[in-house]
């Protein structure tokens, strides 16, 4: 549809190098202002170009992404699930971190990027290395970082609509947090060096973050082992645990204005009996 179309130049690269690889060369081929990163399962709201570059008017800004939804919601019980949690990801967490200005990962989906920035940082971007081995995955969140690093801002547009599919299957589903977690962990020894240039919020929200599966981690062990030594069930553990979901479900639920994010309750036994776990096993095998 759009090959004979001047204005789009596609670049068919002889093999399948990766997703940094190709968008290096597709970057380097470019000669717009902005870069807009797009993947392949996502579709744009049509207003989306238009208000992302809105907000890079501002040449302090160096990334800005858009809010993201689940195109196949309603599919199974799961991406209902994904579509919550990416709800709160972008409007709770990045909207946060855009009010301190450093949203700390700019998502692949949809994410615009500065040209010249990019120039200058694609070197580092492109030899990536953890401990001493060529870094495959992780993309946009170390992109994102070099963007601080080089004193630049990073916002979040929440009327800039993206649509991209998510996985219907836990199998699928656990394999990307997986890929993400360590991508977080590899990424968070990065932005610690940042943090003292940033907001004090910031730091609050980097070590929360990864503090918070820890401390949750230590009081699931902690209960499991009371009912192992002791046949008495944690309940104070069970009762903060659930008590803690709830506000949280019900916050959700009032400031999105929709009742469904109640059955968002139900990821609290995805987090603590196969994300914690997922954790740590990626924390182990970072390399």
């Known amino acids: 549809a759009f090959a004979g179309d001047p204005r789009f130049n ?6 399948n190098v990766g997703k940094r690889k190709a968008q290096i060369v597709a970057i380097r081929r470019s000669s717009g202002d902005l870069v807009l990163n797009v993947d392949s399962d996502t579709t744009l709201a049509s207003d989306v170009v238009t208000k992302l570059a ?13 809010q993201l ?47 010249s920035a990019l120039l200058l940082l694609l070197d580092q971007y ?15 969140r170390h992109l994102t970082i070099l963007m601080l690093k080089a004193g630049l801002r990073t916002e979040y547009v929440p009327d800039a609509i ?16 997986l890929r993400w977690a360590r991508s977080t962990f590899r990424d968070t020894l990065l932005a610690l060096r940042l943090l003292p240039s940033l907001d ?71 987090n603590v009996f196969l994300l914690l776990p997922l954790k740590a096993y990626a924390l182990c095998t970072l390399s």
């Open 69 to 115: 939804v689940a195109s196949n919601r309603s599919d199974t019980w799961l991406t209902q699930l994904i579509d919550m949690e990416y709800w709160l990801a972008c409007n709770e967490e990045r909207a946060a971190q855009a009010r301190f200005g450093a949203v700390m990962c700019c998502c692949g989906p949809c994410a615009m990027y500065r040209r």
């Open 126 to 140: 492109e030899t990536q290395l953890f401990r001493g081995k060529p870094s495959d995955f992780g993309e946009d």
């Open 200 to 270: 004090r919020y910031l730091t609050l929200d980097v070590v929360g973050q990864n503090l918070g599966p820890l401390l949750l981690a230590l009081s699931v062990l902690a209960g499991l082992a009371q009912l192992a030594l002791t046949a008495t069930v944690p309940w104070s553990a069970v009762l903060m645990i659930a008590s803690m979901t709830i506000i949280r479900c019900s916050v959700s639920a009032f400031r999105a204005r929709q009742l469904r994010f109640l059955g968002f309750s139900l990821h609290t036994f995805i």
């Open 54 to 66: 809105l907000k890079m008017q501002d040449p302090a800004v160096g990334a800005a992404m858009g």
């Open 162 to 177: 993206a649509a991209t599919i998510v996985p219907d299957r836990l199998g699928p589903y656990l394999r990307q947090q």
């Open 10 to 15: 596609f670049i068919l690269l002889d093999k």
